[in-house]
């Protein structure tokens, strides 16, 4: 069928080297640069089917969808209806995805595939995105490759992410975030010399991490909070403060995701370094300055939060029966008193 398909010789052979290694892998064989013309449209339409086939097997009957098909980049918010433990996710997205082209006549954007890669490499299936990216009928852009990669950093995958990392790199050399999550994946890998290698390559091109701020207002005055810094004038009390709930949070079931420290220290240094992040020192605050009050805290932050400080929110806001709103570089996460995110951990 290949053949017919016109696919040449030295793909076929991958193809089927891949094949044997491993079936999922399968649909990564073809580099887009070994097919042309027609030969292309061919094999991206079989694999269209193909993958479609896969991914779209199991077609839970999710929300209607409007007769104008999703705005743009709807399909995750929309596939995220349901989220907050839906683990079909991907599969309500990938309906919209198609339903877009074959009830709408809407050609998805880059913004669509971005979101598709996004709710299949959340998922754990990497290939899968990896294969759409590669199908996609135009270059995939510095997004949509940055999105692969947070997936392989999530899911910690070490070549898929490389890969990524050398596409986002070439496309958009002064992403700092590419080499930052590149820096977790390797992090997680304990592979500590690749860390340094990455730090001198962001060195090298100018390239410098922003260090991580939270903003809280209390009566009227803004605090700034930096990770680790211990320079606010109620630092005792938040330490106090970060310490009991750390207590707690640890009965409750909480485990500090180390993997997020990008330093070489043992485990129980990483478990600090964790504590003392800007959020969690701003939600301490927050919490020790408005003792018996059911507002929500607010809390303000320059980056993304890191997969830690999102976990550790939630148990908080369970323990102190507070809501609690962060507003990070990305979106608005509602910590709600009943331990959950209104991101529903995808962010
Ligand atoms: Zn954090
Ligand atoms: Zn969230």
Redesign the pocket.
Same mark, same amino acid.
């Given at each position: 069928m290949a053949a017919e398909m016109g696919i040449p010789s030295g793909a076929l052979e991958r193809i089927f080297v891949r094949l044997d290694r491993d079936d999922v892998a399968r649909s990564c064989a073809v580099c887009r640069e070994d097919l042309q013309g027609d030969d292309r449209r061919r094999w991206l339409e079989a694999r269209r089917r193909d993958f479609h086939r896969r991914v779209g097997g199991l077609r839970e009957p999710g929300p209607p969808l409007g007769s104008q098909g999703p705005p743009r980049a709807d399909i995750r918010e929309r596939a995220g209806i349901q989220r907050g433990g839906d683990e079909h996710a991907d599969q309500h997205g990938w309906r919209y995805f198609t339903d877009m082209a074959e009830l709408h006549g809407l050609a998805p954007t880059a913004d669509h595939f971005a979101a598709m890669v996004d709710l299949l490499g959340r998922s754990g299936r990497l290939f899968d995105a990896k294969e759409l990216l590669e199908s996609m009928p135009f270059e995939p852009d510095p997004v949509a490759w940055m999105t692969f990669l947070t997936a392989c950093r999530i899911h910690g995958k070490l070549e898929l992410g490389e890969a990524a990392a050398e596409r986002v790199y070439e496309l958009d050399p002064s992403s700092t975030a590419s080499y930052i999550a590149m820096s977790n994946i390797y992090a997680a890998h304990g592979m500590w010399e690749k860390v340094a290698s990455v730090r001198k390559k962001m060195e090298e091109r100018g390239l410098k991490k922003l260090p991580g701020l939270s903003f809280i207002e209390v009566d009227g005055k803004l605090h700034e909070f930096s990770s680790g810094g211990k320079y606010h004038p109620r630092t005792d009390e938040i330490c106090e403060e970060l310490t009991r709930l750390h207590g707690l949070m640890r009965a409750a079931g909480y485990v500090p995701d180390t993997k997020a420290v990008l330093h070489d220290v043992s485990e129980g240094e990483k478990e600090t370094m964790l504590l003392y992040h800007s959020e969690k020192m701003a939600i301490a605050f927050g919490l020790v300055s408005s003792r018996g009050s059911g507002e929500p805290i607010r809390v303000v932050k320059n980056l993304r939060?890191c997969s830690d400080c %999102?976990t550790a929110t939630k148990f908080i806001a369970r323990i102190a029966g507070r809501d609690i709103i962060?507003r990070d570089c990305n979106?608005f %996460?509602?910590?709600s008193s009943d331990g959950k995110?209104?991101?529903?951990?995808?962010?």
């Open positions: 939060v %999102h962060v979106r %996460h509602l910590f995110c209104s991101c529903g951990d995808y962010w």
